[in-house]
């Protein structure tokens, strides 16, 4: 929720996006809608950096679009590394895959297509770290259902977590889906997290135990 000037002073302060991920967003543009959906360089690359420094095997994507933030967490990925990526929109699919195609990460990701709520559950874990930037009404869904799948130690990276500023007063059934993943994660003792006001908000969970969700009185269940 940075100025248009500040933000612009930060992106122009990140390390660039490989040339591809510019092409990306530049085809992304011409033959998508909702380009903006795209992660962006400020997301891509602290995505990049967090996969680099936790050198998993196994992620999980949930929302993928064209492509750009699989590809940003691919090129941190070791050897050996696999990306599983759900998306539902079969136009984004096909669009995602003709280009990671050409890409020197094809091994690396593969994009199932169909609604998150069912692929979720064909999805084999542990996983090392999930990202999920997809539908905001289902957010604590897809939340609950990929914690068990998550190692212990592993992460949890959510997008849009400031939702344009709407969390502040939410009115609608997305507004009300990041509220209360928000106050969800901030209540539980599962996990400890940090919610970075990058670009529309970046909240990066790290998994210290498993088990259910213990009832807090800090949990606000109204929400």
């Known amino acids: 929720m940075l100025s248009p000037e500040l933000e612009h002073y930060c992106f122009t302060h990140t390390s660039p996006e490989p040339e591809h991920l510019q092409t990306l967003v530049q085809l992304s543009d011409e033959h998508m809608e909702y380009s903006k959906k795209i992660s962006g360089r400020l997301v891509g690359r602290t995505l990049k950096l967090l996969v680099q420094l936790l050198s998993p095997n196994s992620i999980l994507e949930i929302g993928t679009f064209t492509g750009y933030s699989a590809l940003s967490m691919a090129e941190g990925m070791p050897p050996g590394g696999t990306i599983t990526c759900l998306e539902s929109s079969p136009k984004a699919v096909e669009f995602a895959r003709k280009f990671i195609q050409e890409t020197a990460y094809k091994d690396v990701i593969q994009i199932i297509q169909g609604h998150a709520i069912d692929t979720i559950l064909e999805a084999d874990g542990p996983f090392d770290l999930v990202f999920i930037d997809a539908d905001k009404r289902n957010y604590q869904n897809y939340y609950n259902l ?44 599962r996990v400890e997290n940090v919610l970075l006001g990058i670009r529309d908000g970046l909240n990066i969970v790290r998994k210290l135990m498993d088990g259910p969700q213990p009832h807090t009185a800090h949990q606000n269940n109204s929400a």
Not at 148 to 158: D, W
Not at 164 to 188: A, T, Y
């Open 146 to 189: 990929v914690f068990p799948k998550v190692r212990v130690g592993g992460l949890i990276v959510i997008d849009n977590v400031l939702w344009d500023g709407k969390v502040l007063s939410p009115q609608d059934d997305s507004d009300w889906g990041v509220v209360r993943l928000n106050n969800q994660i901030v209540s539980d003792s």
